[in-house]
């Protein structure tokens, strides 16, 4: 019996209530036969620090997470705008599992990113700067769809749950996604 691909979805807001939370659980639900999406916390990493590297000094929550982006086969990152840019608990994760020099582990692994924002503009900033890092990384970023996702307030029902046309709209992207996962094998 084959393994499941593992996806780890990064949302960039530590509110327990924000809206990129909101929707990597709904990404999470979505994750076809044959792979399993997990939510990955960014809630207990320090700032990013050489020191920590240099010094034989890393943080257990660094060990642990560095870990457990090891073990993905790729990954959806799920940012909000901060100021036109990537939130910065997003770029610290970014940062941490990119260092110590030479121990890049994003590279290789194949990405996408979903932007959101409670406003018109979808956090197109955040978008393209993300991809920018992602590249440098050497991320094999999803070209299309992109996914922008403005007015994310709206997007959901009472419950929690996406409603219908999001829905459908960021599950033609996972399945995108997935397909491009298998491509690049």
């Known amino acids: 019996m084959k393994n499941k691909k593992v996806i780890g979805i990064l949302a960039g807001s530590l509110r327990k209530e924000s809206f990129p939370k909101k929707l990597g659980k709904a990404v999470v639900s979505m994750a076809p036969e044959g792979y399993e999406f997990r939510m990955i916390s960014l809630e207990d990493l320090p700032v990013y620090n050489q020191d920590f590297d240099d010094h034989d000094q890393v943080p257990d929550s660094y060990v642990a997470f560095r870990k457990e982006i ?109 397909s491009w996962v298998e491509r690049l094998g």
Not at 89 to 111: F, Q
Not at 149 to 170: P, Q, Y
């Open 70 to 178: 090891a073990a993905m086969d790729g990954f959806i990152f799920i940012t909000p705008e901060h100021n036109r840019s990537i939130p910065a608990v997003l770029k610290n994760a970014v940062d941490i599992a990119s260092r110590p020099r030479g121990k890049n582990l994003w590279s290789g692994k194949p990405g996408a990113v979903f932007s959101n924002s409670p406003g018109p503009l979808s956090a197109f900033g955040a978008h393209h700067h993300l991809r920018q890092v992602l590249v440098c990384l050497n991320v094999h970023v999803q070209a299309q769809p992109e996914v922008y996702l403005a007015k994310i307030g709206e997007a959901f029902e009472e419950n929690g749950d996406l409603n219908t046309s999001v829905k459908g709209f960021v599950q033609k992207a996972v399945d995108a996604f997935v």
